[in-house]
């Protein structure tokens, strides 16, 4: 059957048609994403999840400059603050002084105490004002803000009489000569020491004595009728009614006294003469 013209032709172009798209390359799709514009809600988030590393080291410095300055600033405050007149010492109380010399100990420490204030105490210049006092063993401060202090004093107290014959001058623990100290009515040893120093503290054999006898017991020291240093017993201390105690050095005095007091309160012990206790640990005694 004839096929009409037009058709045909309509047919052809289809063909055509279909062939050249079939016969084309395709194009390839593009993965580039297109810019997304950020919404306010976006960039609160953003915000919301702190300041970022810079910021940080930023203000990390800034923090320890004002720290640093501030810091340097109390430092000079306190430093002026500390010697200013608003803490200056100006009422002293001394306590502890008994001696003869009590004014003049009392004075020294005052005036001393006056130039400083109760947040800068001295110490050392307090004991440096009383140093030629030998009555005086040391000294503490207890400020008092704004304006007290109050200094203790610590005297050396006599443990024996040393004489030469003619003078009498009380001696302390460490052999210092205290001639400010009255001593009247006190039963006190006597150290026969010549010569007697004017002033000062006792030397030698007199200075073992002085500590032999500044260890003994309270019950035992009031018996005690002389003391003196030999070359076979060292120093020995005869307490009344004429018992001798062989010391030996004035090393482990207390122990020694010690050892000395045990045999003494046994009441095994009927008769004595002496007690050698230059080893504490093993007394010896005899009639």
Do not use: C
């Amino acid at each position: 059957m004839p096929v009409s013209s037009s058709a045909a032709t309509a047919a052809g172009r289809r063909r055509a048609g279909a062939g050249s798209r079939g016969s084309s390359p395709a194009r390839p799709k593009s993965t580039r994403k297109p810019p997304t514009k950020r919404t306010p809600r976006a960039r609160a988030t953003a915000r919301s999840r702190g300041p970022s590393r810079f910021e940080l080291a930023s203000w990390r410095t800034r923090l320890i400059l004002v720290a640093v300055v501030a810091g340097a600033l109390a430092i000079t405050y306190f430093a002026w603050f500390r010697h200013s007149s608003f803490v200056a010492v100006e009422r002293v109380k001394v306590e502890g002084v008994s001696a003869t010399d009590r004014g003049r100990v009392t004075a020294a420490l005052t005036d001393a105490a006056k130039g400083m204030s109760t947040l800068d105490v001295d110490t050392g210049k307090l004991a440096s004002a009383v140093s030629g006092f030998p009555t005086v063993a040391s000294v503490t401060a207890n400020p008092s803000f704004p304006h007290g202090l109050t200094v203790n004093v610590v005297e050396r107290t006599p443990v024996l009489v040393a004489s030469d014959g003619d003078r009498r001058v009380p001696v302390a623990a460490d052999g210092s000569l205290l001639p400010g100290v009255d001593v009247g009515g006190s039963n006190l040893p006597v150290l026969k020491v010549d010569p007697l120093p004017s002033e000062g503290r006792l030397g030698g054999e007199a200075l073992d004595e002085t500590h032999v006898v500044a260890a003994a017991p309270k019950a035992l020291a009031p018996l005690i009728e002389g003391i003196e240093s030999t070359h076979a017993y060292g120093t020995v201390v005869t307490l009344h009614p004429g018992i001798d105690l062989r010391f030996g050095s004035p090393s482990k005095s207390t122990q020694k006294w010690a050892a000395a007091a045990a045999v003494l309160a046994d009441p095994k012990v009927t008769s004595l003469g002496y007690v050698d206790v230059r080893v504490p640990s093993r007394p010896a005694i005899g009639g």
